[in-house]
C-alpha cells in the first residue's frame, strides 16, 4: 500500500482506533462496504494506474459464461440525461480464460474478488459453477447475473422467474460451498419474489439493481441508437429508482443486500446504507471519475469521524421512515 | 495514464462550431505519441450532466512549452460547454490513452487523408513525420471552409498538401477520397494514415483493396470508460477467412489497419 492509501487501513481496526467501516453479509465479511461493480471494473487492473484497487472492500469482476462471447453488435454506448444506455451483450473470455489469465493478476493487486457468472440456461449456469468451485479459496464469493436471458424460456430474464431464481441458486449453491449473491433486475414486478427464491434456494445476499431497460432514437435516421435496441440504462438518473428497490427490499428483512445504481459519491453511498443496504456497489461512476472507489472510502471514512459514529452498522438501515 | 487538471491557455474559436484549445501539461507533453487521445469531463465540477467524458485526439504537443492542443467541433452538450472554457480554467481531463503512432518502421514517404474533424490526430502524425525527414502530404476534405483558419496550422509544418471541399469554398472542389483516386499513382510508395467518416474509409477500403501500401485508419467510437474496460466502443475486426472480431477502439486502437476493418 502506498503511504497515502495506508490512512484507511485505521478504518478496519476499530479495536486501536474506534472508527470502523467493516461490514458483513451472511458469512462475507468486508473491510469497509464499497464494492466496484461487475462490468465496471474489469478485475481491476486498468483502475490500479489510479489507486490502489486493494483497498476496495471488494471487486466484482465482469460477468463470465463458460465459452467466449463477441458481444452485441456496435454502437453499444449511448449517453441520455445524466444517464448512459449500454448493450455490450455480455463481451467475455469465458470462465477458463479468466481462471488461466486474469485470477492470477487481480490476486497481485491483492484485490478481494467476487466472481461474476452467468449462463443461458440453468445447465450452463451449473457448468461456470463447477469451473469456480476449483477456485473458491482464491474468490470471497460467487454473483449470479440472473438479469441475463434465459434462452430456454424464450429469452425471458432469469430473475423475472423466481422458480428459475430458485433452482439456479440452489444448484450454485450446492456446487460452489462459498456465498453465492444473487444480483436481481428491477425491470421486473415481482422483485420480493425473487428475493425470497434467493434466499430459498441458500444465497448469502442480493445485488440490487441491475440496469433498467431503456432505448433511444435518432430522428436523423430513425434507427435506435443502439445495435441491440434495447439496453440497460445506469448512472445517476436511475439512482432514485434503485434505493426505492433497496429500501422495499430490505425492510421486508429477505438477505443482506447491496445497494447499487447511479451511485457518484460518498453521500449516494451513505444514502443507500441509510436505506438498509449494508453494502454499496460503485459502477457507471467509475467510467467518469476512475479514483471515485477511493474517495468514497474516504469519503464515508470522514463522515463517521465528524459525526462520530463508531461504527458505519450503525448508519445501516437508520431511515427515519 | 494519468487523471489530470491542465490549465487551459487559449481556446481559439476557428469557426462557428471549430475551437482549438490549447493545455498546459508536462506529463501529457512528456509521455503522449501521435494517435492518442485525451479522455476530458465535459461539464462543471460535481455536475453528471453530461455524464461521460468525451475522448478527442492530441492535436499538436509543443514539448518546449509543455503545451498540448486539442482541435474539436461543437456537435452536442459536451463540446458547447468546452467552447464556453476560458483562458484560466481548469480542464479535467485523463491522457494519454489509445496506442501511438510509431513512424519509426513506416516508408520515407507519408500520406494523410483527412475528413473533417478527422484531420485532428494526423496534424500531429504529420508534424513528427516531417520532422523525421520524411516526405509528407496531407490530403483534408471538409464540406465547406470551416475549417479555413485551420491551413494556418499546416502552413507552419512546411508540408505538401491538397485542400478539398464538397462546396467549392476553399480549395479544389469534391472528395478526398476522388483525389486520392485521381492521384493514385503519385502516392504509390507512401504509407497512408486516414480519419474521418465512415463513407470515407469504406472508399479508401476500396481504393487500396488491392495495393501494397500499408494503410492505417484512426477510429472513432462513443466511449464510455475510454481505458478498456466497458467494451462500449468496439469495432468489427476481420478474423481469420470469414469470422471477425471484436476490438475495442480505446485500448486495441484507436489506429487499425484499414484492410481488417469491417463496416456493416
Redesign the interface.
Known sequence: MTKQDSLFSYETDTGRNGFSLSVRLGRIKLDNPVIACS????YGL??S??YNTAILGAVTTKSYSLKPI??N???????T????L?S?GL?NDGIDIFIKKYLHEAEKLGIKIILSIFGQDPEEFRKVASRAADIKERIIAVELNLSCPNVKKGGMAFSAMPDEVEKIVSSTVSILNIPVIAKLSPNHQNLVEAAMAAKKGGAEALSVINTVVGMAVDIETFRPRLGNVLGGLS??AVKPIALAKVYSLTREKILPVIGMGGI?SWQDALEFLVAGASAVGIG?A??????VGKKIIEGLGNYLKEKKIYDINDVIGRLRA | MKLLNGEILSNEKYSDNLYKMEIFSPYICKDAQAGQFINVKCSPEGVLDPLLRRPFSIFDIEKKFNVFSILYWVKGKGTKFMSGLEKGDMLDFAGPMGNGIDLNGDENNILLVGGGIGIAPLYLIAKLAGGMKKNVFFAAGFKDNSYLRWEKDLIELKINYAVLTEDGSWGEKGLVSDYIWNNIKSFKNYDIYCCGPRDMLKTLQNIYKDKNNKVTALLEEKMACGIGVCAGCVVKLKKGKKGFSYKKVCKDGPAFNLEEVIFD
Open positions: 462490468g465496471t471494473f474489469a486498468e483502475y494506474q489510479f463477441e458481444g453488435p456496435p454502437p453499444r454506448i449511448c449517453e440525461a445524466s444517464g448512459m449500454n455490450i463481451q448512472g445517476p457518484f457507471t467509475n467510467f467518469i471519475q476512475y479514483d
